[in-house]
């Protein structure tokens, strides 16, 4: 825990400490002539300290000139008054310690009995002793009770630590990512939820461990696809010298346009502490593109005329029929023209033995374009569809199915798209 704090101001030197937190400290009268002066003692603080340089351009207005790791000791004193409050955090944002400081605004003139006064404007060095886990200072004016400026303390310590990876406060881990795995089902239907899930891999190649690792996961895609929770996800997790760890994570994925459409995924690693060293950032990031098909979905008809659906596994040929249809036709968000089907990528059977890229072929080698029943099984609305013909027994449908479905390619808008359409059936040995 930091036990004391200095600031050295610009026109003199004051050493502040405290202990370890304040609760609500009383407020400092407006006339800094009734504050004593601090009685100054020369306890050490340890061997390192931060030392962040801050100009007040107001009293509420504040910016950082500079800030580093010294290893000179720094003095202190106790009992300064509770003109500016010093809130610790560190890399979990957890409060570490809260201190009274002296403000570069209150002027202490040296002598015996030296004097006080406000200036409008000054520059004071806010010294904190050195902790590896410290990542931000908070300065608020406690009579205001605003905050003035924050102080990232982090970004010195890492510097201090990548020149002296030998220090005994400072450690040196190589992390990486060593691979990015998206998946995705076969293909997405245009409109209807899939899921696509990505395994991260994180190393630690050492010297030092276990360390904590900060992992960094997101995703993107192109037009054509959206990712309902996209938001970066980072993780912290425990990596021991030669081992790995893998990280997965799920995205609900939908597909808006027909085609291949590219999804990447990135994930980074930083160490958690600022004061371990990577010397090779190099293999901190990896990417992986995916390409998710998306399907257009079409209107499926098994056994054109029939009501019943019946499926004989031992009838041989099963006639299914793939209907033309507008946009908006039976809640088709695409037109479908049935007769620009490619016949060699069909393949029939029921849902999950198609995304697992089984199911029947085509049994005659072609399409056959024809009128073919509507759903109700009587209309035919003279448009031309194509017929096909499977055997449902290769490795399309067995009994208990309840949905026989057929998955090909056909053309749209001059390119060849996945289409996929299903329909109800009993099936029986």
Known sequence: MVRKIVLVAAAGLLLIAGPAAFADPTPPPPDPATIPLPVFDFDADPAKAVVARVTFDSRTQAHVESTTVTTSRARGHSGEPPILRLRLTDVDGAEVDRINAWSPLWRLDGGPNGSKGVRSSGTGNFIVPFSPALAAMTVTDVRLNQEVVTVDLAAPIRTFCGANPGDPDCKESDLAITAVEPSAPLFGVLGQPITVTVASDVANNGPDGPTDAR???????????????????????????????????????????????????????????????????????????????????????????????????????????????????????????????????????????????????????????????????????????????????????????????????????GAMVAFYGCDRVTVRP
């Open 215 to 413: 992992v960094r996961r997101e995703v993107s895609a192109g037009a054509g696809l959206t990712i309902a929770d996209a938001a970066p996800v980072t993780t912290d997790v425990p990596v021991a010298v030669g081992t790995t760890q893998r990280l997965t994570k799920a995205y609900t994925v939908t597909c808006t346009q027909p085609g291949t459409v590219n999804l990447t995924a990135t994930t980074r690693v930083t160490a958690k502490l600022p004061s371990v060293v990577d010397a090779a950032p190099a293999n901190d990031v990896r990417s992986a593109t995916l390409g998710v098909t998306c399907a257009v979905p079409a209107t499926v008809n098994v056994k054109p005329g029939s009501a019943e659906n019946v499926v004989n596994l031992n009838d041989g040929v099963l006639p299914v029929g793939v209907l033309t249809t507008n946009a908006g036709e039976y809640g088709n968000p695409v037109a479908v023209d049935a007769t620009t089907i490619d016949w060699s990528t069909l393949r029939l059977a029921a849902p999950s033995r198609i995304l697992a890229g089984l199911g029947a072929r085509e049994r005659h080698g072609r399409i056959h374009p024809e009128n073919v029943e509507e759903l109700d099984e009587r209309t035919r609305d003279r448009d031309t569809d194509a017929m096909l013909h499977f055997d449902p027994k290769t490795d399309g449908l067995t009994v208990g199915d309840t949905s026989a479905c057929v998955y090909g390619r056909l053309r749209l808008a």
